[in-house]
């Protein structure tokens, strides 16, 4: 019995009896805490638990306590095994702790993947050569002797190739741009979404455009995300050489100043190019906004254009013919009550009009120096929460009418955007305040109006105030409502 527990391999069998259990339970809590907190440590934990902890418990057995040579194959075989499952907790353990996880816009998250194959495959080459050599005792450094002169061979007979890979690492080492970032090259135009070992791809709007790294090397490009929130479109416009400059900048700036894609805080600005032509900036928040913004800026100023009476590419507008215009004051007739005598004497004062979808036709707090009757088309009625956020509050149909607090020249409690196109026939406050005088059922009309517009609004303010107190995510609902109430 005394020569047993004298004996070195009862120790050492007695050790790995005791600690492997022990190890195995902690190993499994600390596993199960971290899934519970979704750390991405849980996968190396469960590597040492499951594979690395018990095949070195077999080895320590195999050679410490039954006195197996280490040179024996299957000694070597299990210590392979051990050392390809260190080598894939090596590369798990480097992908947990420096990449998986990444804050957003950190170095960690924009690196490209190129750098990363990089990293896996060097510690990939250490550790097979490590397991090599002190495992199988093989001639590391002969082998890599031969690799590097191979490789030279290789290098001088595909140099063309390998010019074009190390022209794109200077490129990828330079960083000019980082994943997510919208560059304009001379083949393509759109925002980085991949970066690998031959090429960067950009993801143009209309497909993905693969460019190799060799090329954005060679060539010159802009990266339009840098200097941030620096992004600027040019829209060009051309106008009769008859309408007035300053009313076209004018009529250009408001409508760019309208657009929902326009930086905070920033300011467009416009500028004539020449006879007729002009230029107008538009600063945005990014260069994904640019179609969008463009697209929008284009088809507003159109009916901008008409309503101002300036001729856009030389075009006047022909739209408030007098045949249309009495057609159109007919359809609203009944809301203001009109008589063949009140229809005749009103024609003159009545001015027919156009506004493009999601464009806005009156804002919260401006005074009104009008009345506008929907023709046609809706108009969606909204108010500003304390927030920010755009509150619905009723949507209008062909009758309706708005800027009822033209007559008491009172600010508008609510602003208005076209659902959809919508005619309006627009009628000056001087005609109006003598229409009103002749029909007092007409001014108690008006006024019944604004005080249900009011009401309208302080319920609607009322239960989007309930709304985000009991919702968990009110930001996602108002991000919602910023859309324009499409």
Request: glycine share 8%.
């Amino acid at each position: 019995m005394t020569s047993i527990v004298d004996a070195s391999w009862f120790h050492w069998a007695v050790g790995v009896a005791v600690a492997l259990p022990i190890c195995l339970v902690v190993l499994t809590e600390v596993r199960a805490a971290l899934v519970r907190r979704g750390s991405g440590l849980a996968k190396p934990i469960g590597l040492i638990r499951n594979y690395i902890l018990p095949l070195g418990a077999l080895l320590l057995l195999l050679v410490k306590a039954t006195q197996v040579s280490a040179e024996a194959t299957p000694v070597r075989i299990v210590a392979t095994v051990l050392g390809f499952v260190v080598l894939v907790l090596a590369l798990s353990g480097l992908n947990a702790t420096l990449f998986q996880g990444a804050p957003e816009g950190s170095w960690r998250q924009r690196i490209p993947s190129i750098f990363l194959d990089v990293a896996r495959f060097a510690v990939i080459a250490v550790g097979l050569a490590l397991i090599f050599s002190y495992v199988w005792g093989a001639n590391v450094g002969g082998l890599f002797t031969a690799l590097g002169i191979s490789s030279i061979v290789l290098g001088l007979a595909l140099q063309n190739s390998v010019g074009q890979i190390i022209s794109g690492l200077l490129v990828l080492f330079e960083q000019p741009f980082q994943l997510g970032d919208w560059v304009d090259t001379p083949s393509a135009r759109g925002r980085v979404v991949e970066v690998n070992w031959r090429a960067t791809h950009i993801d143009t709007g209309s497909g993905l455009q693969i460019i190799p790294n060799s090329v954005l090397a060679a060539a010159s490009f802009t990266n339009l995300s840098r200097p941030q929130g620096a992004h600027v479109i040019s829209v060009e416009t051309t106008f009769d050489s008859t309408d007035p400059p300053d009313d076209v900048c004018a009529m250009l700036n408001r409508v760019a100043a309208g657009l929902p894609q326009l930086r905070d805080g920033a300011a467009p600005s416009t500028v004539t190019t020449g006879t007729g032509a002009f230029a107008t900036s538009i600063p945005l928040h990014s260069p994904a906004d640019g179609f969008a913004a463009r697209s929008t800026f284009l088809r507003w100023t159109w009916y901008a254009a008409r309503r101002a009476g300036l001729k856009l590419d030389g075009v006047a507008d022909d739209f408030g013919s007098p045949e249309r215009v009495e057609t159109s004051l007919r359809i609203v007739s009944p809301t203001l009550r009109l008589t063949d005598a009140d229809h005749q004497q009103l024609l003159p004062a009545v001015r027919l009009t156009r506004y493009g979808a999601e464009e806005a036709l009156q804002f919260p707090g401006q005074t009104p120096k009008r009345m506008s009757f929907i023709v046609n088309g809706r108009v969606r009625l909204i108010a500003h929460g304390e927030d920010g956020a755009l509150i619905p509050v009723r949507t209008l149909e062909e009758g309706d009418f708005l800027g009822s607090t033209t007559l008491t020249r009172e600010p508008v409690s609510t602003g208005a955007y076209a659902v959809d196109e919508v005619t309006v026939v627009q009628i000056d406050r001087a005609p109006l305040e003598e229409l009103v005088a002749r029909k007092p059922l007409l001014l108690q009309e008006i006024g019944r109006t604004i005080e249900e517009r009011k009401n309208d609004v302080r319920r609607a303010l009322a239960a989007a105030e309930h709304a985000s107190r009991s919702e968990s995510s009110p930001p996602s609902s108002n991000g919602l409502l910023r859309q324009r109430l499409r």
